[in-house]
């Protein structure tokens, strides 16, 4: 069992940054962030495999950036720019292994998840 914890939510104004984080255990071969609007379906932000690939969605490209401390266990994503569209609970997840991390993946790709932290984000 993988216990995932985020953190770092919080209310901000458009054009503004927050950081995220997410305390593990131990970081896992693919980890990602996920999020999910009021009626919308759970989404893919970005994930990092544990050669440093990353991926993001083309809805955050060049403005989040997603990190991992692999002394702390801790993943973080970085957000700037923030939008209202960005608005959403915000989810950590874990893979021990999928073969999509790199692309592809989808939640089922993900075996452990947080609690999630919600980014509210103001115009």
């Known amino acids: 069992q993988v216990q995932l914890v985020e953190s770092g939510g919080g209310s901000v104004q458009a054009g503004g940054s927050l950081r995220l984080s997410c305390a593990a255990p131990?970081?896992?071969?693919?980890m990602g962030w996920f999020r999910q609007a009021p009626g919308k379906e759970r989404e893919g932000v970005a994930t990092?495999?544990?050669?440093?690939?990353?991926t993001y969605a083309d809805s955050v490209k060049g403005r989040f950036t997603i990190s991992e401390d692999n002394v702390e266990n801790i993943l973080y994503l970085q957000m700037n720019s923030l939008k209202p569209e960005d608005t959403a609970m915000y989810y950590c997840?874990?893979?021990?292994?999928?073969?999509?991390?790199?692309?592809?993946?989808?939640?089922?790709?993900?075996?452990?998840w947080g609690q999630g932290t919600q980014v509210t984000v103001s115009s």
């Open positions: 131990y970081i896992t071969y693919c």
């Open positions: 990092i495999n544990n050669g440093g690939w990353t």
């Open positions: 997840a874990a893979s021990p292994y999928t073969p999509y991390c790199t692309g592809g993946y989808t939640t089922a790709s993900f075996s452990y």
